[in-house]
Protein backbone atom coordinates (compact mmCIF):
# COMPACT_ATOMS: atom_id res chain seq x y z
CA UNK A 1 0.00 0.00 0.00
CA UNK A 2 1.70 3.09 -1.20
CA UNK A 3 1.27 6.03 1.77
CA UNK A 4 3.28 9.45 1.78
CA UNK A 5 4.24 11.24 4.64
CA UNK A 6 4.91 14.88 4.97
CA UNK A 7 6.12 16.98 7.41
CA UNK A 8 8.61 20.38 8.20
CA UNK A 9 5.88 22.84 8.12
CA UNK A 10 5.33 25.30 11.07
CA UNK A 11 5.05 29.44 11.55
CA UNK A 12 7.74 31.18 10.06
CA UNK A 13 8.46 34.67 9.66
CA UNK A 14 8.62 36.53 6.52
CA UNK A 15 12.05 36.11 5.34
CA UNK A 16 12.45 32.77 7.46
CA UNK A 17 13.27 29.31 6.21
CA UNK A 18 11.34 25.78 6.18
CA UNK A 19 12.27 22.43 5.16
CA UNK A 20 9.18 19.80 3.85
CA UNK A 21 9.89 16.46 4.19
CA UNK A 22 7.91 13.72 2.32
CA UNK A 23 8.58 9.96 3.42
CA UNK A 24 7.03 7.21 0.62
CA UNK A 25 6.05 3.48 1.92
CA UNK A 26 5.00 0.95 -0.13
CA UNK A 27 6.78 1.83 -3.40
CA UNK A 28 10.61 2.79 -3.99
CA UNK A 29 10.67 6.73 -4.50
CA UNK A 30 13.52 6.95 -6.60
CA UNK A 31 11.46 5.23 -9.25
CA UNK A 32 9.03 7.93 -9.17
CA UNK A 33 8.58 11.53 -9.98
CA UNK A 34 7.00 13.77 -7.25
CA UNK A 35 5.22 16.82 -7.21
CA UNK A 36 5.18 19.19 -4.15
CA UNK A 37 1.50 21.36 -4.15
CA UNK A 38 0.51 23.89 -2.22
CA UNK A 39 -3.36 25.67 -1.29
CA UNK A 40 -3.99 28.36 0.40
CA UNK A 41 -7.54 28.95 2.17
CA UNK A 42 -10.47 29.60 -0.80
CA UNK A 43 -7.36 28.81 -3.49
CA UNK A 44 -6.92 25.66 -5.75
CA UNK A 45 -4.30 23.61 -5.10
CA UNK A 46 -1.24 24.52 -7.62
CA UNK A 47 1.68 22.72 -8.37
CA UNK A 48 4.82 24.26 -6.92
CA UNK A 49 7.71 22.00 -7.32
CA UNK A 50 8.50 18.94 -9.78
CA UNK A 51 11.45 15.90 -9.61
CA UNK A 52 11.89 13.55 -12.19
CA UNK A 53 13.62 10.30 -11.39
CA UNK A 54 16.30 11.50 -13.23
CA UNK A 55 16.21 14.55 -10.84
CA UNK A 56 15.56 17.22 -13.01
CA UNK A 57 13.35 20.07 -11.13
CA UNK A 58 10.43 22.80 -12.30
CA UNK A 59 9.18 25.43 -10.65
CA UNK A 60 6.27 27.62 -10.50
CA UNK A 61 6.87 31.06 -11.31
CA UNK A 62 6.14 32.18 -7.93
CA UNK A 63 9.06 30.02 -5.95
CA UNK A 64 11.93 29.81 -8.40
CA UNK A 65 15.05 30.97 -6.54
CA UNK A 66 13.60 30.79 -3.30
CA UNK A 67 12.35 26.77 -3.26
CA UNK A 68 14.68 24.07 -4.05
CA UNK A 69 13.22 20.07 -4.60
CA UNK A 70 15.66 17.42 -3.81
CA UNK A 71 15.40 13.45 -3.19
CA UNK A 72 17.37 11.37 -0.97
CA UNK A 73 16.75 8.03 -2.45
CA UNK A 74 18.43 6.09 0.51
CA UNK A 75 15.87 7.66 2.94
CA UNK A 76 13.08 7.31 0.39
CA UNK A 77 12.07 11.17 0.82
CA UNK A 78 11.76 14.20 -0.84
CA UNK A 79 12.17 17.65 0.38
CA UNK A 80 10.85 20.96 -0.57
CA UNK A 81 13.61 23.56 0.85
CA UNK A 82 11.66 26.75 1.03
CA UNK A 83 13.79 30.07 2.09
CA UNK A 84 12.61 33.65 1.89
CA UNK A 85 9.24 33.14 2.71
CA UNK A 86 6.64 35.68 1.79
CA UNK A 87 3.16 35.48 3.47
CA UNK A 88 1.45 34.71 0.32
CA UNK A 89 3.52 30.90 0.85
CA UNK A 90 0.97 30.29 2.94
CA UNK A 91 -1.09 27.35 2.88
CA UNK A 92 -1.19 23.34 3.19
CA UNK A 93 1.81 21.53 1.10
CA UNK A 94 1.09 18.41 -0.24
CA UNK A 95 3.53 15.86 -1.74
CA UNK A 96 2.21 13.47 -5.26
CA UNK A 97 3.14 10.86 -7.17
CA UNK A 98 1.88 8.77 -9.35
CA UNK A 99 1.25 4.99 -8.89
CA UNK A 100 0.03 2.66 -11.90
CA UNK A 101 -2.23 5.33 -13.19
CA UNK A 102 -2.97 6.82 -9.83
CA UNK A 103 -2.39 9.52 -8.11
CA UNK A 104 -1.38 9.00 -4.36
CA UNK A 105 -1.02 11.87 -1.81
CA UNK A 106 0.48 12.88 1.22
CA UNK A 107 -2.50 14.48 4.17
CA UNK A 108 -0.54 17.47 3.94
CA UNK A 109 1.61 20.20 6.34
CA UNK A 110 0.97 23.47 6.92
CA UNK A 111 3.16 26.38 6.21
CA UNK A 112 2.17 29.70 7.63
CA UNK A 113 4.20 32.61 7.18
CA UNK A 114 3.64 35.87 9.24
CA UNK A 115 4.64 39.65 7.79
Known amino acids: QVQLVESGGGLVQAGGSLRLSCVAS????????VDWYRQAPGNQRELVASISISGSTNYADSVKGRFTISRDNAKNTVYLQMNSLKPEDTGVYYC?????????WGQGTQVTVSS
Open 26 to 33: GIIFSSYG
Open 96 to 104: KTVHYYTNY
